[in-house]
């Protein structure tokens, strides 16, 4: 039984079912679905948007710029003005308008001194040996950058060379010089006075190449499509290759554990003894786990063909559709910008709270009385609803990125049209259709989403308490069992929510009868499912490594014979160009994953629809598609068999 009665035909029944689709996938003449909770979420901004403009127009924004001493008073502002709760009698708020900069204590983390300038002479490495051995010539801050009568103990502060950053006097270090001073007089250890000029040598080796390896980082994002592109072709070949090698690797290994010598020695031993050794037992037990693998791969040999062919059409349309590349990138332009407004809603509601004199219990600041925001109910419940909302709109960016690729894919497989549409392109047009109609069902998406990553997200938090309030060995490994099967409990609700936007676009439906149309299309073959994840796992994790070596082996090749630099001497930079090219190349990769499952929800659909068969993007994937068919019907036909000889025994018994 189908999961519809049959294609949109135009009949009152097909509108019914259909609305005004012509046919399945027609994302152009899709209705708006689930609107309500498209209203939800335009809330759930709205609220965003409110806490930003309170936020704003509350906020101490002077407080963002100015540094603090250690007493919480601020750097060049007069803090008399400040308004302080539970501030003892007596306590003195000084005016630091004269002192715009912060310096730091080289020998005591906790003495903070707003200074009129920074200094400009001393060596903060010669302060740490004074600290030592008392012999080394240190100079004290200057106490006319300082006020003396706030700043009473600041006369055996010991200055140094600093630079200004944000307000903040920075100590000037030469890491080569300061590295190897520092082990000569700390460690003294030989084995590391050995390593650093190599070590030296490598970071310089890294800072000449950094061009070349940034250039050969972003070349790894043509050399992963050009090895997309291969797919279509070395699939096949990859995959039936490592299917074959486990069991002819278990046959081998039981063979070499059986014989340990020679084959007529083996043999003649066992004849004479009449007992095998342990070794033996265990080359028998290995021969019959190899012997079950290839069961298991003849009975999934159908299976196999098809998820092969499927990676292979979906090379094939990211060849038609090259301008989903680019999805990901404008989605993420959109995060960021959302990122950015939830970071500036977050401090500036931060900053618009009161201030109080607090005294700490612990920590470095234990017994030293500061002034501190405090924060009351009202801005902590707002900033809870923004870190909820940033979890929420970040699975919701991570949805629609999935959603406006789909549009693409969809319209390509049900009609052949490469990324065109009304628009110009359907990757853009799939941006609009997921901020219009398919808001609703996005929302509810995330709205499922966010609190299985915020309970996540808490037994991270309990996991890390457990292990610093060292908690039973038993507790700890629960708190990690449970934490790994929501991970993984998680990842299928994530990927089962993906395939039903897909399953959304094709046959027109809210999120409700969607949900249902996957456990029709989609879940009815597990098997299937399982086998296309793995081996997508297997092919893109392959896919990236062996991307990341072409691209460092390139970069070895260039700086050889056009930089005549030494092979030995860039291993440092090569392995910081193989870590930045998989870094980059998971980007294409990742978006490559999202079209595999979109065009396996796209097969499995139209094979739902009774006598209905794709269009244009079938024909020019023809033999392919005809393949994954064709392995499908021989899979049901034997099933079908089987299950008729079962009966006819049974008749037979009876």
């Not at 801050?141 to 200055?159: G, K, M, R």
């Not at 068999?641 to 008749?651: H, I, T, Y």
Request: aromatic content about 14%; proline content about 2%; some cysteine.
């Amino acid at each position: 039984m189908g999961a519809r009665a049959g294609p949109p035909d135009g009949s009152e029944e097909s509108k019914k079912e259909w609305g005004k689709y012509e046919y399945p996938g027609d994302v152009k003449h899709m209705k708006c679905h689930n609107c309500f909770c498209a209203i939800v979420f335009l809330i759930l901004f709205g609220c965003m948007i409110a806490l930003l403009v309170i936020g704003v127009l509350r906020a101490k924004v002077w407080t963002l710029t100015k540094s603090w001493d250690t007493h919480g008073f601020y750097c060049g502002f007069d803090n008399s003005q400040l308004n302080i709760k539970g501030a003892p009698e007596g306590l003195v708020k000084p005016n630091l308008v004269d002192y715009p900069y912060l310096f730091f204590d080289a020998l005591n983390v906790t003495r903070q001194i707003c200074v009129s300038k920074c200094p400009t002479n001393g060596d903060l490495q010669a302060i740490i040996k004074h600290n030592v051995t008392k012999s080394e010539n240190v100079t004290y801050l200057d106490n006319t950058t300082y006020n003396t009568n706030y700043y009473p103990d600041a006369n055996e502060t010991y200055e140094y060379k600093t630079t200004v950053v944000f307000n903040r006097c920075i100590p000037e270090v030469n890491l080569e010089e300061d590295l190897i001073n520092g082990t000569q007089f700390i460690d003294g250890l030989k084995q590391a006075l050995d390593a650093i000029p190599a070590l030296s040598s490598a970071l310089n080796s890294v800072f000449n190449l950094k061009w070349q390896i940034l250039a050969c980082s972003a070349a790894s994002l043509i050399v992963g499509l050009v090895w997309i592109m291969l797919l279509r072709c070395i699939t096949g070949c990859i995959v039936y290759f490592v299917v074959m090698l486990v069991p002819i690797a278990l046959i081998g290994f039981g063979v070499w554990l059986f014989m340990k010598g020679s084959l007529m020695g083996t043999i003649s031993e066992v004849v004479k003894t009449k007992k095998l050794t342990g070794s033996q037992i265990t080359a028998v037990i290995v021969w019959v786990i190899a012997f079950m693998v290839i069961l298991i791969i003849i009975f999934l040999w159908s299976k196999l063909k098809s998820t092969v062919a499927i990676i292979k059409v979906a090379a094939k349309a990211l060849g038609h559709n090259f301008m989903v590349i680019f999805v990901p990138i404008i989605t993420m332009i959109f995060a960021f910008l959302l990122w950015a407004a939830l970071l500036v809603s977050s401090v500036t509601l931060y900053t618009s709270a009161d201030f109080k004199y607090w005294v700490d219990d612990d920590g470095l600041d234990k017994g030293i009385g500061q002034i501190k925001f405090d924060l009351n109910k009202v801005l902590q419940y707002m900033l809870i609803y923004n870190f909820v909302y940033l979890v929420f709109i970040s699975v919701h960016m991570y949805f629609v990125n999935y959603y406006a690729s789909s549009v693409t894919l969809v319209k390509w497989y049900f009609t052949g049209q490469e990324g065109k549409t009304c628009c110009g392109c359907t990757c853009f047009y799939g941006f609009w259709l997921a901020w219009t109609k398919g808001l609703g069902t996005i929302t509810i998406s995330s709205l499922i989403m966010t609190p299985l990553y915020l309970f996540i997200i808490f037994m991270e938090y309990l996991d890390k308490k457990s292990k610093q309030e060292g908690a039973p060995i038993i507790v700890q490994f629960l708190i990690k069992c449970l934490k790994c099967c929501l991970w993984c409990f998680t990842k299928i609700v994530q990927y089962l929510n993906k395939v039903l936007f897909t399953i959304q676009q094709i046959f027109n439906t809210n999120w409700g009868p969607s949900a249902k149309l996957v456990i029709d299309v989609v879940v009815s073959d597990t098997l299937l499912t399982i086998m296309l994840n793995g081996i997508s796992f297997f092919i893109l994790f392959l896919s990236k490594v062996v991307v990341s070596i072409i691209t460092t082996l390139g970069f070895m090749i260039w700086v050889y014979y056009v930089k005549k630099d030494s092979i030995a001497g860039s291993i440092l930079a090569a392995a910081a160009v193989f870590f930045l090219s998989y870094i980059v190349s998971s980007f294409l990769l990742s978006a490559f994953d999202n079209i595999i499952d979109i065009v396996f929800v796209c097969y499995q659909s139209e094979k739902s629809i009774p006598g209905y068969e794709a269009g244009d993007a079938s024909k020019m994937v023809n033999q392919t598609i005809t393949d994954m068919k064709g392995a499908h019907e021989n899979a049901n036909t034997s099933s079908k068999v089987s299950a008729e000889k079962l009966e006819d025994e049974n008749e037979m018994k009876e």
